[in-house]
């Protein structure tokens, strides 16, 4: 029944009869169908009311199939929007006539062109276009693989899936991800495993998986290859005393060196700080020694270290496989072995595997662990001794030369050729040599105050020299200890002074305004030159040994000893002699105008004690 608002609505309109049947639409009625006579009143009938119902059920139906073409179209538009803002490029392939059914809006961006009703073989990725009538991409319905494509220098990952197609036909839908980023990030992972960060050079593990292959191919083929061990001599006087960032360069600048040496390219590793290892396969084993040979010029000649000059020389072992041994651990256990016995020869040499040697790194390790426990403990182990340093003329003791020796709880008397090159290959060089420079201080302290004024000389490592807290750390020492600076002769090594002459000669100007006094030990025994006298502004030049053993049958000895002699009187430079053993040599050096001299002839090195004892007249 209408409502009374709705009569008067239908007056208004002068509508007398209506009939109104809803239209239904997923179960719930969502429109009317509305019949209305407006022009005399009617009864409506069955056989009318079923007309009109039959009527609605034709229009029903229309507009389920109208909504149903706007769902479809909407949900098209939906999909086709989905597919082309996807990241993957999208195409559908006839696997019958290789027609390119559909393609998205990403695959068009890849391929800078419509594919649709093109076929397959028009477009291809990589160096090469497929062969589509045996394409396993094609022909498979479950296809996948990484394709490279150097035209965009970009990496796909192609999947291929058989699905049915709107005519109900089988077809291929192919999918193409752009993973490049992921191939970057997989090649700087597998970049971090193999090489070292610095250097860029193939790392440890990297190197243990080359020569376990090297070393099969040598077993199976019968052929022999090498193994070089590279220790850099003076690098931790580099690092530790400049800086790392003059390490780093350094270490930069001698893998470059190493990978332009012929045959060895691929096969250098940096192995450790300052190790170094190349690997010679048996395919390049004939090269051995001039490889070698090339290794060894690269560290001839100094390494330019931000405008200045630095020499960083090495100590290289080397051992065959497989007849030295079949092992990757084993081998590079004894190339380290072979290599220290060529550091302890006097660096900037290589030696072969020795068996022999092997027994002396079980002692080696040995002493590593006693100097490490006796430096932790405060140093006491280490003692000074002192050789005297006599006047020519005279042949009294004028001074000495202070010595180090470990008494050591465990291992017993140890020389300074048993631990100080290890010492200095393990960098513990440095408080070692404070602790030295400290207790000598203090030993020429003690007799200043007993009214004997003497030199005390003592030898500054490369490492301490080459710290930047040098000056204070000698000024510091010399305030505690309260020692005459004037009675203290600090001596640097020949080969030292040329690295960084500009440093060096800085460093030296800031000690002797301290007091102490600058000798030039070893002089004459590596790169020579006479300008270093004048250049250093030096007190003291110390004459090697080398020089003094023939000098009684070697004219250029005498010549030289002469001439430096005389040149450095000029200069007001004394001059020390070292090395002298016997009263022949002594009558010479003495004719000649030497001011000091020094050698078993007047003392060997001996306790403090003892020094004081013989040479200053103390009693206890």
């Known amino acids: 029944m209408a409502t009374e608002e709705e009569v008067k609505i239908l007056s208004n309109l002068k509508v007398d009869s209506l009939l109104a049947i809803p239209l239904v639409l997923g179960g719930r009625p ?8 407006n022009r005399k009143k009617r009864v409506w009938h069955s056989n009318s009311i079923l007309f009109v119902a039959d009527i609605c059920k034709v229009l029903q139906t229309i507009l389920e199939k109208k909504i149903s073409n706007n769902s ?16 993957s490029g999208i195409y559908v392939v006839d696997p019958k006539t290789r027609e390119i059914l559909f393609c998205n809006e990403t695959m068009k961006r890849i391929v800078k062109e419509d594919m649709v009703g093109k076929h397959c073989w028009d477009f291809h990725l990589g160096e090469r276009q497929y062969d589509c009538d045996n394409c396993p991409m094609i022909n498979n319905p479950t296809y996948f693989r990484e394709v490279y494509d150097n035209r965009l220098d970009t990496w796909f990952d192609i999947k291929n899936t058989e699905i049915t197609w709107v005519n109900s036909n089988k077809v291929s839908l192919c999918t193409m991800t752009d993973i490049t980023e992921k191939k970057k990030y997989e090649k700087r992972i597998e970049f971090q495993a193999n090489n070292d960060f610095l250097t860029g050079l193939y790392n440890r593990m990297r190197c243990e998986s080359d020569l376990a292959m090297c070393i099969e191919e040598a077993v199976v083929n019968g ?18 005393g400049l800086g790392h960032q003059y390490g780093d360069l350094l270490l930069k600048m001698i893998s470059v060196g190493l990978q332009q040496i012929d045959g060895i390219e691929e096969h250098c590793y940096r192995v450790g700080g300052d190790e170094f290892i190349v690997i010679i396969n048996p395919d390049e084993i004939g090269k051995c020694d001039k490889i070698v040979s090339a290794i060894m010029q690269l560290f001839d000649k100094p390494w330019c270290l931000n405008g200045a000059e630095y020499y ?5 072992g080397i051992v065959h496989f497989p007849d030295e041994g079949n092992e990757v651990h084993e081998l590079i256990k004894k190339a380290d072995i072979a290599m220290y016995d060529a550091k302890k020869s006097g660096k900037n040499q290589y030696r072969y595997y020795n068996a022999k040697e092997e027994d002396k790194s079980v002692k080696r390790l040995d002493i590593e662990k006693n100097m490490r ?12 001794y002192v050789q005297p340093i006599v006047d020519a003329a005279t042949a009294k003791c ?16 140890l020389g300074p050729t048993e631990f100080i090159p290890l010492a200095e290959h393990l960098g513990l060089i440095t408080p070692i040599g404070s602790y030295f420079l400290k207790k000598a201080c203090e030993a020429n302290k003690r007799w200043s105050d007993m009214g004997i004024d003497v030199h005390l000389h003592v030898n500054l490592s490369v490492v301490q020299l080459m710290k930047n807290s040098i000056v204070e750390d000698v000024r510091d020492i010399i305030e505690e200890t309260g020692v005459k600076p004037e009675n203290m002769v600090l001596e640097i090594t020949e080969n030292l002074a040329i690295n960084d002459m500009t440093r060096v000669r800085n460093i030296i100007r800031q000690l002797k305004e301290i007091g102490v006094s600058i000798a030039l030990d070893d002089f004459g025994t590596g790169y020579s030159s006479l300008n270093y006298i004048k250049q250093l502004d030096l007190d003291i030049i110390k004459v090697d040994r080398t020089f003094i053993t023939d000098i009684v049958s070697d004219d250029y000895a005498k010549v030289f000893v002469k001439l430096i002699t005389e040149l450095s009187e000029k200069l007001n430079v004394a001059v020390c002699i070292e090395g002298v053993e016997d009263k022949v040599q002594y009558k010479i050096l003495k004719k000649m105008g030497v001011k000091t001299i020094q050698g078993f ?9 003892k020094f004081e004892e013989e040479f200053l007249g103390i009693k206890e």
């Open 312 to 316: 960083c020389k090495m100590s290289m």
């Open 373 to 384: 426990s006796a430096i932790s403990v405060g140093c006491n182990e280490f003692e000074v």
């Open 398 to 413: 004028v001074g000495g030369e202070a010595l180090i020796r470990w008494n050591s709880g465990n291992l017993g008397f």
């Open 72 to 87: 479809l179209v909407n949900s098209y538009t939906a999909l086709r929007e989905i597919l082309d803002n996807i990241g």
């Open 223 to 240: 052929g022999r290859g090498a193994l070089l061990f590279v220790d850099l001599d003076d690098f931790k006087h580099i690092n530790d």
């Open 30 to 37: 969502v429109m009317h169908a509305v019949f209305a006579e």
């Open 601 to 609: 002839y007047f003392g060997k090195p001996m306790p403090i004690y």
